[in-house]
């Protein structure tokens, strides 16, 4: 009984579930009147044309058994104006009964009701003693993505929900979750944001204005960073209380033209620490294809240390025998004085002045072909849709509108001689397949993509995609390096920099000794000892108690470090 006055008064509270209820009984209403008219149809051509005389009770008892098609037989019409009422009482019984009655009592009540229980589940508010969280609106890709790196920094988060049914679902998932509207001071009082550590707008821009506004009426501390759908908003979610704006695509754009083969060769810096500098550059065109990377001799040429290889989409480690290939993309590290000195080495070799293909003109394709342009480097670019024209505009030296897998066009854009080719569809599946037929038409061009979701990098580099970035991973990258107050580092993919303190099980031992790498495929960069910094540390660099390790891998290869470490 307890259960059963919880529910009811739960639907006498609810306003939507009334609303429903009151749609509910209108039509159960309209049914009693057909129920009803069929009743005084049926005494009617009893009495007039069948010559029998039934109570009231048995008209309405024959209206219902034929309208839900149990037809007993007792009762029956013997002329032919019966019989067609019949038929009649029967069609539309199937249709009200049968069909529409269920359908609108699941849709009507049961459905809301059944969700409105899920969404009663969720709270409301987040602990009274929680502080330090991270809060998003919108449980996106970026924030699934960022959602296992706080967790394995020990930093709490929740999602808040608006829509009840959805944040049902994401409680029922496990997901932190708080339900409340976004746009309502009382929410933010409720999930105690001005003891946040971080607020993550990443809705659409009216949205994340909105929100803004309403945050800086609670907390003037709270760091909110918004993620921003068009250039043009980013001023005005800046006057919105916003501390930093993210272009995500703008800067996926300039991210991925950054590692394209085209013009000089040259090395671009990727993140930083202090002041190490992480670079990657293309070995295409220049004297270190055919090489291995002893033989390249970086360090003696720019005191530069190679930390790893990307090769065919994965990143390989820095083995002295490891040859480097036209399409190979060293990453390397040092100071900038060491970066600089690389680049007058590099400068000097064209990697292949013929124009770079961007495929797709979105807002990622013209951001790309933009940063492209300020390099000095011929673009080319297809785009399907012709309403994009004139947004695209003269970014590109040659735009063709038209289908980038039909290979005339292909072939009237230049495939056959492009150095690189740029995937910037926001579609995984169409990169998935671009890739794949861009690498049949030019096997030798290097093939860099964006994906969205983190589930199709193996299948795009089983395509052919030599270097991809992820729109969730850049994003997560760059919240965590606001987070921790850091530079980003954008590798690519699930590649991150991590700074992992030195476990006791490891105070003394060499890098050799310590077997990091081969046990963990995590690739070790620097360490920090106090405020020293090496940048260039050997097998034979000993590791102090208290010092920090800088490595690059992915979050299960640091998992895999804490399992095995400590």
């Not at 803004?212 to 003037?220: F, H, K, M, N, P």
């Not at 072909?369 to 673009?379: E, F, G, T, Y």
């Not at 030195?502 to 000794?513: F, H, M, N, Q, R």
Request: hydrophobic share 45%; aromatic share 6%.
């Amino acid at each position: 009984m307890k259960f059963l006055s919880g529910h009811l008064g739960y639907a006498l509270r609810d306003e939507q579930l009334q609303k429903n209820s009151r749609a509910l009984v209108k039509y159960l209403t309209f049914l009693a009147l057909v129920v009803a008219l069929y009743s005084v149809a049926f005494h009617a051509i009893m009495i007039g044309i069948e010559g029998q005389d039934h109570s009231w009770i048995t008209g309405v008892y024959w209206t219902l058994t034929v309208m839900s098609t149990l037809g007993f037989g007792d009762i029956t019409f013997t002329s032919d104006l019966g019989r067609a009422f019949s038929i009649l009482v029967l069609l539309s019984g199937i249709v009200l009964l049968l069909i529409v009655l269920p359908f609108a009592f699941i849709r009507y009540f049961y459905a809301p009701w059944l969700e409105a229980q899920l969404s009663n589940r969720v709270p409301t508010a987040v602990a009274p003693d929680m502080e330090g969280h991270v809060v998003f609106i919108e449980w996106d890709v970026v924030a699934q993505e960022m959602a296992p790196r706080l967790g394995a920094d020990g930093i709490p988060f929740v999602v808040l929900a608006e829509d009840g049914a959805a944040a049902g679902a994401l409680h029922a998932d496990g997901v932190p979750t708080v339900r409340g509207n976004v746009d309502d001071i009382a929410t933010f009082q409720r999930i105690r944001i001005d003891h946040a550590r971080l607020l993550v707008l990443n809705r659409d821009d009216m949205m994340n204005t909105n929100v803004a506004l309403t945050v800086r009426d609670v907390s003037q501390s709270v760091m909110v960073v918004a993620i921003a759908e068009s250039e043009h908003s980013v001023d005005i979610l800046y006057l919105g209380g916003c501390d930093h704006v993210l272009p995500l695509k703008k800067i996926l754009g300039e991210q991925l033209a950054n590692r394209v083969n085209g013009g000089h060769a040259r090395a671009h810096v990727v993140g930083s620490y202090r002041n190490l500098l992480i670079a990657e550059f293309s070995a295409h065109g220049t004297p270190l294809v055919g090489r291995t990377l002893a033989e390249s001799r970086l360090r003696d040429i720019a005191g530069v240390s190679v930390v790893g290889v990307w090769s065919r989409g994965q990143i390989l480690a820095p083995r002295p025998d490891l040859e480097l290939s036209e399409l190979a993309l060293p990453v390397v590290a040092g100071s900038r004085e060491a970066i600089d000195r690389l680049n007058e080495f590099l400068f000097i070799y064209d990697t292949n002045w013929n124009p770079v293909i961007v495929l797709g003109g979105g807002k990622v394709g013209r951001a790309a072909a933009s940063a492209l342009k300020q390099r000095s480097v011929p673009v080319h670019m297809v785009e399907r849709n012709p309403d994009l024209a004139d947004k695209i505009g003269d970014l590109p030296d040659r735009l063709i509108i038209g289908d980038a897998a039909d290979r005339d066009v292909m072939r009237q854009v230049g495939i056959e001689d492009a150095p690189s080719v740029l995937l910037t569809t926001n579609r995984d599946e169409a990169n998935i397949f671009l890739a794949a037929y861009t690498r049949r038409l030019s096997p030798e061009a290097q093939i860099v993509s964006r994906i969205t979701h983190d589930r199709n990098l193996p299948s795009i580099q089983r395509a052919g995609a030599d270097l991809t970035l992820s729109y969730a991973h850049l994003g997560a990258e760059r919240l965590l390096s606001l987070l921790h107050d850091r530079p980003p580092v954008i590798l690519g993919y699930d590649l991150a920099f991590h700074d992992i303190p030195c476990p006791e099980g490891l105070v003394d031992k060499t890098l050799s000794e310590s077997r990091i790498g081969e046990r963990t495929g995590l690739i070790v960069i620097g360490l920090e000892v106090g405020r020293d910094l090496i940048t260039d540390p050997q097998g034979s660099t000993r590791l102090a108690a208290g010092s920090t390790l800088l490595v690059i891998g992915s979050d299960a290869q640091v998992e895999r470090f804490r399992e095995l470490y400590g």
